[in-house]
């Protein structure tokens, strides 16, 4: 049987018999893994700590006689305590993680990724508007993905001026000759402009950015549709 020892934040958990918990890691140097921590739930559990939604830990993982990791040890590097200090960092917090969650298949190792979650996770302790950085993690998640929208001019015929829509199927602004999908304001196209295109530190350092709950409707639309799937969390980043 062996081990590995790794860097990890913890996307999702679920209940297992009396006092164990699956754990949905997404790992630094092996992707996203499943893992059982045994007697996680038990005050005298031996794990060395707890295994949440949103921590970030060292774990020591052994493979099992089944396809399931089983978590020998874990030790929190507290990183990410300051999300679950306010309702608006931990809305946002989830947001992001179930976005990675739904974003990954399990044993695909992606540094790049796991840098894009962690970075986002951090910066939720800085940023004054928390929602704009799970916006803005939506966006980067969409780039990874190689399906970054068409921000520069018109999808349709590279108008650059008079942008007043946006259209995910026909791969983002849309001009008014062009027009579909749902209208944008000249805030929002701004907004996103300055996410993707450079500018998101500022974006980051800003209290409510003009556009953000709109941004924030498109971002999780078009997060949806490029990965089949709804996102739960996604509900409470407003105007959705
Ligand atoms: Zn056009």
Same mark, same amino acid.
């Given at each position: 049987m062996n081990t590995v020892r790794c860097e990890a934040i913890v996307l999702r958990t679920y209940k297992l018999a009396e006092a164990d918990l699956i754990c949905v890691l997404l790992t630094r140097d092996h992707g996203k893994v499943r893992a059982v921590a045994h007697?996680?739930?038990?005050?005298?559990?031996?794990?060395?700590s707890r295994m949440e939604v949103l921590d970030h830990v060292d774990v020591l993982l052994a493979k099992g006689r089944t396809e399931l990791l089983s978590v020998r040890q874990v030790e929190s590097r507290?990183?990410? *305590?300051?999300?679950? *200090?306010n309702y608006e960092r931990l809305a946002a917090g989830l947001v992001i993680v179930e976005t990675a969650d739904a974003a990954t298949i399990e044993h695909h190792a992606d540094e790049a990724f796991f840098e894009m979650v962690r970075r986002a996770l951090a910066t939720l302790g800085e940023a004054p508007t928390p929602s704009v950085v799970a916006t803005a993690f939506l966006f980067k998640t969409l780039a990874h993905e190689g399906?970054?929208?068409?921000?520069?001019?018109?999808?349709?015929?590279?108008? *650059?001026? *008079?942008?007043?829509a946006f259209d995910l199927a026909e791969g983002g602004l849309l001009c008014s000759s062009c027009r579909r999908g749902r209208p944008v304001s000249p805030e929002a196209v701004a907004l996103m402009r300055r996410i993707l295109l450079g500018g998101l530190a500022g974006v980051l350092r800003e209290?409510?950015?003009?556009g953000s709950a709109e941004v924030a409707s498109i971002a999780i639309d078009a997060v949806e549709s490029n990965l089949g799937r709804r996102l739960r969390a996604a509900r409470v980043l407003g105007a959705h």
């Open positions: 007697g996680v739930r038990r005050t005298s559990s031996k794990l060395g507290g990183a990410f *305590d300051h999300v679950r *200090d399906a970054s929208p068409v921000l520069e001019h018109c999808a349709s015929c590279g108008e *650059d001026t *008079d942008l007043v209290e409510g950015p003009p």
